[in-house]
Structures are given as C-alpha cells and as structure tokens.
C-alpha cells in the first residue's frame, strides 16, 4: 500500500489499470457483479473546496464516460483554480456508473486513502481509453496491479466488498430520484439538475449566478 501511495502522488500510470472486475474476475469483456440491496445507507462524499463554501456544485459522473473524462481533464482544473481554490465552491464527486467496468472502478477509487481519492480519480479520466478498453481485464489487473504494489488479494477484496457495492448503488439510486439524473456528466448546481455541461464558460455562469443570489 506504501507503493500505492507513491505512485499515486507522483501520477504514475501504473494506477489506472486497478479498474478492472468485480467479484467474478473474468478475461472477457463481461464483468459480473453481484446484486446488491437498496436500502443500504447512503456512502459518504467525497469533495473538494470548503465544506461552508458559497454555493455546492455535484457532479454525477461516470468513469468509463468520454464526455465526463472531457469535463474532468479539460475544464475542472480551470474551475478548481478560480473557484474551488478560492473557496467559492464545494465540489461534490458522485459516482454514477454506466456499466460494470465504471462500477469497478468506482469501487477501487473508494479503496485507496481518502486523501488520495482525487488524485485517483484524476489518472483514472486522463487515461480513460486505455484501461476502460482493455481486452483482457482479468489479465490487465493481476500483472499491473502489483507494479503499483498492490496484491492480487488486495485489488480482489475491494471488488468483492458487498456494503461498497450497495453505497454506490444507493448513490446512483439517490441521484435519479431526488436529481433526476439519466446521463452522465450532470451537475446538480443551487439545486438545480444540468445535464452535460461542456464549456468552462456555461459552467462559470452558472456559479457565478448563484453567488449573485448569496
């Protein structure tokens, strides 16, 4: 785990190949994973920015989605410096994944150290084509994971924690029925739901707005 974290902190892109199976690990492109109850009780968030910031934007997302690797590489590092950074917003990450292998991921995200989480899920969208399109995920995970020191047993855990499962189940459940979200990016500004948000500018404008009304 030790490894993990250096190669985390360094950005090594060794890390963004711990996405691949849940539970039934195969080396085809089907993941199987376990059904998991609703009514578990909803997961922690995980956020950027002050916790008393102005105005909260969430964004529900998935990691195996181009458009939302786009928002994450392209226009968040601008929005973090000029308005996560300076404490105008709390920004809320919320898995809302389209298939097994973003599910797996998500769950993987969730098992590296909180404070480590974002890093993490930033090398996971910047190299988004090459492990979400990998040909053999079985294979994929065993070899690679252990380059950033994580054990077969260690990845193999994570993927099969039923109670992570079910949060992030409750998280996507939650999503659709208090937001109404139905694709992936959408943000949740002011209360408000906003599907696909793709310029810098739009999403400025729309901060910007509800700090007018504070």
């Not at 691949?20 to 109850?37: G, K, Y």
């Not at 991921?105 to 899920?121: K, W």
């Not at 739901?193 to 700090?211: F, N, R």
Request: hydrophobic fraction near 45%.
């Amino acid at each position: 785990m030790k490894v993990l974290l250096h190669f985390l902190t360094r950005g090594g892109l060794v890390l963004l190949f711990f996405l691949v199976p849940v539970a039934t690990l195969t080396d085809s492109h089907t993941i199987n994973i376990p059904p998991a109850s609703q009514a578990m009780p909803f997961p922690e968030d995980r956020f950027m920015g002050r916790e008393d910031a102005s105005v909260t934007v969430i964004d529900y997302s998935s990691l195996t989605c181009p458009h939302c690797a786009d928002f994450h590489t392209q226009i968040l590092p601008r929005f973090k410096s000029n308005y996560i950074d300076t404490g105008k917003v709390k920004f809320i990450y919320r898995d809302f994944s389209v298939d097994p292998v973003a599910t797996a991921a998500a769950m993987l995200a969730r098992c590296v150290p909180q404070e480590m989480y974002f890093r993490f899920i930033e090398v996971l969208f910047s190299h988004q084509k090459t492990w979400s399109r990998a040909s053999k995920p079985r294979q994929s995970l065993v070899n690679l994971a252990r380059l950033g020191g994580m054990t077969e047993t260690e990845v193999n855990q994570c993927l099969s924690e039923a109670t992570l499962l079910a949060d992030l189940n409750a998280m996507k459940n939650e999503a659709i029925s208090m937001h109404g979200i139905k694709a992936t990016p959408s943000f949740v500004i002011g209360g408000r739901t906003y599907v696909g948000v793709t310029s810098y500018d739009v999403l400025a404008s729309l901060v910007e707005a509800e700090l007018q009304k504070k």
